[in-house]
RNA sequence: GCGGGUGUAGCUCAGUUGGUUAGAGCGCGGGUUUGUGGUACCUGAGGUCGCCGGUUCGAAGCCGGUCACUCGCCCCA
C-alpha cells in the first residue's frame, strides 16, 4: 500500500458531517417514534439469499452491484444492499406474524458497488420505516405522512416534491405489462439500447428512462392507471383522497415505478433537483408479495426508505462544538486542582475542558478558539482566598466566588445560549 | 459498467508560450503581552504539484497509464 487511504466510494465521517447526519438520524427516530414506529437493529450482512429471493434477478442491485463473498464456512454472505428485506427477515424469524402489525424504523450502512457520486456512495446510510401487518391503504397513508413529516422537520418541504403511482395488483401490473409490451414492441428500432434490454426483463422501467427519444416513445405509451382492476383502481384513490385530507402536495406520476420486484400498488418518491442526478431522497411503497419470496407466510407490508447523506447534504448547517466552561490553572503545578473542579462541573452537566499548556495568554487564546462561555481561573491568590475566578468570555468580566455560586451561575447562562 | 471534467500547503485557489529557490488568502505555531482571549502588527512552520512512466538540456504545465473526486448515463436512497 504506497498511501493510507479509504477504499473508493467509502469516507470518513468528520464531527461536521457526522453531526449534520446525526440531525437526520435524530429527526428521524424521533418523528416515528410519536407514530409509534419502534427502532430496531438487524445485521449489516446476511445469507445472500434474504437479497436475491426478493429483489428479484433483474435488478442490478443484485446482480452487478453487490458485495457478495464467502466466510471461511463456506457460507455465502452479502452485505446489505437495503433494509427491507432484512426487516421483513426479522419479522419472521421473531415469530411477529402472530402480533400484527408491527412498526419499526431503522438506520444504519447499507452497500452498493456502483460508480460513486456526490451523494452516491459505495458504503451509504439509509434511514428507513416498515409498516407489517396491515393491507389497508391508511396504512399507505401513513407511512408518507411519516415521509412527510420527517422532511419536514428538517425544514426541506420547500426543496422537495412529492410524486405517487400505483402499480396495481398482481393481475392489473400483468395486464399492463402486456399492454406496455406490445405497445412498444412497434418502436424497438427507436429505442435505446438500455431500454431495449429492458423490453425483455423488465418493459415497466423503461417508463422512467431519461433518454430523450425513449421519453418521446412512452409519452403515448398506454397508462398504467387505465390498467389498474376496480379494487387497484379504488385503493389508489383512497390514498389519494387520504393525502388531500393531510394537506400532503403530490403530482401523481404514472411513470413511477419502482426498480425493486417485490412492489406493488402504492409507489411514491420524494426528489429534489438539488443533487444532480441523485434526486430521490426518500422513497417507497407497498411489497405485499416480499414475505412469501422469503418463504413466509402472506403478510403485508408498506414502508419507506430515506437516503441519509443524501438529506444531509441538503439540509446542511454549520456544527459549532460550543464549550461552557474552560479551566485554568495559573501555573502547572496548579492543574491537579482542576481536576475535582472538573469531575464536579461534569456531574452538574456542564461541558469543560482543562488548558493544561502554555502561559495565561495562551491558555486564553485556546479558550477563544473552542468557543467557551466562562473560564474558570485558579491561582494563588485564588487558593489563599479558598475562591475561583469566574470570566464572562463573552463581555470580559471576571470576579472571585465560590465554585458552588460560579456553577450555579453558568448552569443557567449556558442554557440561554 | 459507459462517456466528459478535475487533481498544486490543513482549506479555498493563483502559477503566463515548458526555464533558477512553486505563490497568495484563510487556518496553524511563536512573539509584541511573566495573572488574561477576541482586534492589530511582527514572525515561523507546512509541498514527492495525486501516483507511475515517457518526451525534453530542463516538466506543476506536454504525452501515456493509473488512482481518487466530480458531472451525465446506467441504477437507486
Request: proline share 3%; net charge neutral.
Amino acid at each position: 500500500m504506497e498511501k493510507l487511504r479509504t477504499v473508493r466510494g467509502v469516507h470518513d465521517l468528520l464531527p461536521n458531517d457526522l453531526h449534520n447526519h446525526n440531525k437526520v438520524i435524530n429527526a428521524g427516530l424521533d418523528i416515528s417514534d410519536k407514530y409509534n414506529y419502534c427502532q430496531i437493529e438487524i445485521p449489516i450482512f446476511e445469507f445472500a439469499e434474504v437479497f436475491t429471493k426478493p429483489l428479484g434477478t433483474s435488478s442490478d442491485i443484485v446482480t452487478k452491484e453487490n458485495y457478495i463473498f464467502k466466510d471461511r464456512s463456506e457460507d455465502e454472505l452479502m452485505l446489505r444492499p437495503e433494509g427491507t428485506s432484512g426487516v421483513v427477515r426479522a419479522f419472521l424469524n421473531a415469530g411477529l406474524v402472530q402480533d400484527v402489525p408491527q412498526r419499526f424504523s431503522y438506520y444504519g450502512p447499507m452497500f452498493r458497488y456502483e460508480r460513486p457520486q456526490k451523494g452516491r456512495l459505495r458504503q451509504f446510510k439509509q434511514f428507513g420505516i416498515e409498516c407489517l401487518g396491515l393491507s389497508s391503504s391508511m396504512a399507505d397513508i401513513e407511512v408518507i405522512s411519516l415521509g412527510n413529516d420527517f422532511l419536514c422537520r428538517l425544514g426541506l418541504l420547500n426543496k422537495i416534491n412529492l410524486k405517487i403511482n400505483s402499480l396495481g395488483d398482481f393481475e392489473s401490473r400483468n395486464n399492463y405489462r402486456e399492454a406496455l409490451v406490445n405497445y412498444l414492441n412497434d418502436y424497438q428500432s427507436n429505442l435505446s439500447t438500455d431500454s431495449l434490454n429492458r423490453l425483455a426483463i423488465n418493459p415497466l422501467r423503461i417508463l422512467d428512462s431519461k433518454n430523450e427519444v425513449d421519453q418521446k416513445i412512452v409519452k403515448n405509451a398506454p397508462n398504467i392507471l387505465d390498467y389498474l382492476n376496480y379494487k387497484s383502481k379504488a385503493r389508489f384513490d383512497d390514498i389519494c383522497k387520504g393525502l388531500d385530507h393531510l394537506n400532503i402536495n403530490y403530482t401523481i406520476d404514472k411513470n413511477l415505478v419502482r426498480g425493486l420486484d417485490y412492489y406493488c400498488h402504492t409507489a411514491f418518491e420524494f426528489t429534489t433537483n438539488e443533487l444532480g442526478s441523485q434526486g430521490t431522497v426518500l422513497a417507497g411503497g407497498r411489497y405485499d408479495g416480499l414475505s412469501k419470496m422469503l418463504g413466509g407466510p402472506d403478510v403485508p407490508g408498506v414502508g419507506w426508505a430515506a437516503g441519509i447523506e443524501r438529506l444531509a447534504l441538503i439540509a446542511q448547517s454549520k456544527f459549532v462544538n460550543k464549550t461552557d466552561v474552560v479551566l485554568i490553572g495559573q501555573s502547572e503545578n496548579i492543574n491537579y486542582l482542576l481536576l475535582p473542579i472538573m469531575k464536579k462541573l461534569v456531574q452538574k452537566g456542564i461541558k469543560t475542558e482543562i488548558i493544561y499548556n502554555g502561559n495565561l495568554s495562551k491558555k486564553f487564546k485556546r479558550a477563544n478558539k473552542i468557543k467557551a462561555l466562562y473560564a474558570i481561573i485558579l491561582g494563588e491568590e485564588e487558593i489563599s482566598k479558598k475562591v475561583i475566578k469566574l470570566k464572562d468570555l463573552k463581555i470580559g468580566s471576571e470576579e472571585f466566588l465560590d465554585l458552588n455560586h460560579a456553577i450555579e451561575i453558568i448552569k443557567i447562562n449556558k442554557d440561554l445560549e
